[in-house]
Structure formats: C-alpha cells, structure tokens
Nanobody, 126 residues
C-alpha cells in the first residue's frame, strides 16, 4: 500500500532550523510532491512543492525553506531555516499524480492532493 511517512519535526527556538523528511513507499514518485502545513484554527496551506522539474514556495517561506528530493532513496526533504513562531504547525507531505501540481491562485491546492502523510508537528518558540 502506498504510503508517505514524515519525520523530523520537533520544538525549536526562533531562528533555529529543522529538516523534515518524507519517505515514500509502495509506489514510485508521483510527478507532483511537496509540503503543506496547518496551524491551529487555520486552513491547510501549501508551503513548497516540486513538479515538472520546477519548485514553488509560498511567499512566507521564500528564502528560508528549501525543498529537495533523493530519487534513489524515495525521500522528499524540507530544510527549514530561520524559523519563527508563525511557522508553528503540523507539516504534511503530499503527492498528486498529475504531471504538474494543480494550482489555485498560484499555489498547489490541497483539494487535488491524492496522498497525504500523517503529519509531523513543528513548534517554534519565541
């Protein structure tokens, strides 16, 4: 059964860094993969994603987060630097089989995600 499993979340002080990992098992890479996050009381939002050889970031994380993947190991990463309290959320790995991630307003829409991981908590204290 195809699965996405996140790891690497935790608690960090403002200005610190974390690296999230997403291990994909049970299927080969989908063309569109990336990360969403959901803070308490807020909607799930796209953070960063890769499709058709390109990467896209939410404005709020540009210059601080970097998405990458290890094709040989089927692992997707999210390097998060200079974290702040507004980054506190549950982070989800996600995948869509379309050649390009389905965008709404320029960002990948959660409504089109076909596979979700269970999420990993990131807490940033100020």
């Amino acid at each position: 059964q195809a699965q996405l499993a996140e790891s690497g979340g935790g608690s960090v002080q403002a200005g610190g860094s974390l690296r999230l990992s997403c291990a994909a098992s049970g299927y080969s890479w989908m063309s569109c993969m990336g990360w969403f996050r959901q803070a308490p009381g807020k909607e799930r939002e796209g953070v960063a994603f890769m499709d058709s050889g390109s990467t896209t970031y939410a404005d709020s994380v540009k210059g601080r987060f970097t998405i990458s993947k290890d094709n040989a190991e089927n692992i997707l990463y999210l390097q998060m630097n200079n974290l702040n309290a507004e980054d506190t959320a549950v982070y989800y790995c996600a995948a869509e089989s379309a050649a390009a991630c389905t965008r709404v307003g320029g960002m990948w829409s959660a409504a089109y995600v076909e596979k979700w991981g269970r999420g990993t908590q990131v807490t940033v204290s100020s």
